[in-house]
């Protein structure tokens, strides 16, 4: 196993492209990408998000059948298995901290020293390092986006965290949220509501990363991931000392055996942004002027 065990999570809303950064870092020769590893105890258990693929691993098969899986999980798995941090999302302590993260950022490290949290961040500590020994690969790439989960990762005791926040105009976020959930009949939310949500998420991000501090922690922006993929992963490269390697045209999964991410991510798509949103916009110019000043905040 190596000595040094460096875990790149990925912190972003969701439909900001977490999946598609995910799949471009798993072509480096350095890196072992496992997708959403919070949700790992939910596709064992076939609950939460993931019954469109039925809780495979991207392999096909179930987790606990997966060549790699079953390996990582032959000593760790049991009755009291967790890996998802838990926080009361929108409680008033949160929104402090989204507010007034400078003055209230310890109401955030609260919520991860629970006594469930500190023994599921145990448990994380303990599966990275069962990756890396499976995989023989110093870098593990974690998309499970929360940024509470991040703050817990950043606590590790065994793990040299390395955080990219991966940001998108809001507006995009927004219009890519409705369009799911419509397909998937699963929320009533409004354009609004979509919209002020992802802005508190937002939010929480920037305090969180301001509690990991800059050292160890990138930003990158989605439009220009997409637009160009090499110049965005030379700076992660540079970053956090991967050797550099030519980018992917396509997303496509390759002998991978991630969870949870878009459905999208079993088909080959080429690489390119996405601006559908904006002719959605054109119709709705009150949201749109609201997205853009919260993008600017």
């Not at 798993?26 to 609950?47: D, Q």
């Not at 496509?252 to 559908?276: C, V």
Request: hydrophobic fraction near 35%; include cysteine.
């Amino acid at each position: 196993m190596h000595n040094s065990i460096t875990v790149i999570y990925i912190i972003s809303d969701r439909r900001s492209g977490s999946t598609l950064l995910e799949n471009m870092l798993s072509k480096s020769n350095e890196t072992v990408s496992v997708g959403e590893l919070a949700m790992l105890k939910g596709h064992i258990k076939k609950e939460g998000p993931g019954e469109i693929w039925n809780w495979n691993c991207s392999c096909g098969k179930p987790v606990l059948q997966c060549d790699f899986w079953s390996k990582v999980l032959a000593n760790i798995y049991d009755e009291n298995f967790e890996t998802k941090i838990t926080w009361p999302y929108k409680s008033s302590k949160a929104l402090s901290a989204a507010l007034l993260p400078s003055i209230t950022k310890n109401n955030l490290l609260k919520f991860i020293h629970t006594k469930k949290n500190i023994q599921t961040t145990k448990k994380l500590d303990e599966v990275y390092a069962a990756i890396a020994n499976i995989s023989n690969k110093k870098f593990i790439v974690d998309s499970s986006k929360d940024p509470m989960q991040a703050l817990a990762v950043s606590e590790c005791k065994n793990v040299d965290a390395k955080f990219i926040w991966l940001s998108r105009d809001l507006r995009a976020i927004t219009y890519s949220k409705l369009k799911r959930w419509k397909v998937n009949k699963r929320s009533d939310k409004k354009p609004m509501e979509t919209l002020t949500d992802s802005f508190y998420y937002k939010r929480i991000c920037s305090a969180v990363l301001k509690i990991i501090g800059n050292k160890n922690t990138i930003k990158i922006n989605y439009e220009s991931l997409a637009a160009d993929p090499q110049k965005e992963l030379d700076k992660i490269c540079k970053k956090f000392g991967l050797q550099n390697y030519a980018a992917p045209e396509f997303m496509e999964l390759s002998n991978d055996h991630t969870i949870a991410g878009t459905p999208g991510r079993f088909e080959r798509k080429k690489i390119a942004a996405d601006d559908s949103w904006k002719d959605f916009y054109k119709q709705n110019k009150l949201l749109n002027v609201l997205g853009k000043v919260f993008n600017s905040l």
